[in-house]
């Protein structure tokens, strides 16, 4: 058993307006940082190009029209007030959708223990039908979605440490008994979403709000006292991780303050919790991170305890 890594070249074909912080050098500084030779083991893959139906899983067919119509020839074409497109775009957003499929297949087929989908653009703020905070399709509610339809999984986590509240993932998984989506949060912050009072349809719907400059302490207390053993007692078949990194203290977007090294907390803590629940299966897929520095280095080190479960 080992770890798997997604990404592929056409995520880099995403090209956002200069001074744009979701930035083609954002997944420059991860693939970067997982060339150190601690990384020789992972599995690479290439991500492979996810189907117009599994899109279809979490969004109708007006809202993958919508984007797959909405990708200019040449120059960038605005979508939503923080939200662009580009020529490459789309096949980037669908690599994202295929590497995520993929990184569940491999998970529930035995080939891998845990993987990392290293794409972009992101996914969680992306809504049923309302592309939006720089996503244009909901990865980790596709991967969800797919778990349960594909292969009749019954109980699916979905754990959100990103600063900004997944309210994507909330509204696609609302209605939906079958999955539980918890995240901490800083707020307020954008989108605004996120209150403890939402709860979902089926109370499958945690969420955790740390307020700004609340550090380190706060987040392990949310995570170690209430969000994960929540998780646990749900009894996850399989845990998806949407793992953003601008909670980092050297973050431009948000202020709570985490450090590098909560990050690998975090991490380790969610696989003791996953080996507990559902024999370490856990699909991470990249969503925010803004500061390359700490990008690159927060994301190393939530692979390398990836990986340290994965052997």
């Given at each position: ?17 200069p ?29 492979p ?13 007006a ?35 295929g590497?995520?499929i ?21 996914g969680h ?13 909901a ?60 709860a ?9 709000p740390?307020?700004?400059g ?22 996850p ?45 856990v699909?991470?897929?990249?969503e ?24």
């Amino acid at each position: 058993m080992t770890t798997a890594l997604y990404t592929h070249p056409d995520c880099d074909a995403h090209v956002t307006p200069p001074g744009h912080p979701e930035q083609v050098a954002r997944l420059a500084a991860v693939r970067r940082a997982l060339e150190a030779p601690d990384f020789d083991a992972l599995d690479r893959r290439d991500a492979p190009v996810g189907k117009e139906a599994h899109v279809r899983l979490a969004h109708p067919l007006a809202h993958f029209d919508r984007i797959r119509t909405a990708e200019p020839e040449s120059g960038i074409a605005q979508i939503d007030p923080d939200t662009s497109m580009s020529p490459g775009s789309f096949q980037a957003a669908m690599r994202g959708v295929g590497a995520n499929i993929a990184a569940v297949d491999a998970v529930l087929s035995g080939e891998v223990r845990n993987a990392f989908v290293a794409c972009r653009p992101p996914g969680h703020h992306a809504e049923k039908a309302k592309p939006m905070g720089f996503c244009l399709f909901a990865n980790a509610a596709i991967a969800a979605r797919y778990a349960m339809e594909e292969y009749g999984l019954g109980r699916v986590a979905i754990l959100d440490f990103d600063v900004h509240h997944g309210n994507g993932t909330q509204d696609v998984l609302w209605n939906e008994s079958r999955a539980l989506f918890a995240s901490t949060h800083e707020m307020p912050l954008y989108p605004g979403t996120g209150a403890r009072h939402e709860a979902g349809a089926f109370d499958q719907v945690v969420n955790a709000p740390l307020a700004s400059g609340s550090g380190s302490a706060l987040m392990r207390e949310a995570w170690g006292e209430f969000i994960l053993p929540k998780a646990e007692a749900w009894e996850p078949e399989l845990i998806i991780v949407s793992a953003g990194f601008d909670a980092h203290g050297d973050d431009p977007l948000a202020s709570l303050n985490w450090t590098t090294e909560d990050f690998g907390w975090l991490t380790e803590k969610l696989l003791q919790t996953a080996e507990r629940a559902c024999e370490g299966r856990v699909v991470s897929t990249l969503e925010g991170g803004y500061d390359l520095d700490a990008l690159g280095k927060s994301a190393a080190l939530h692979v390398k305890t990836l990986m340290e479960h994965g052997a």
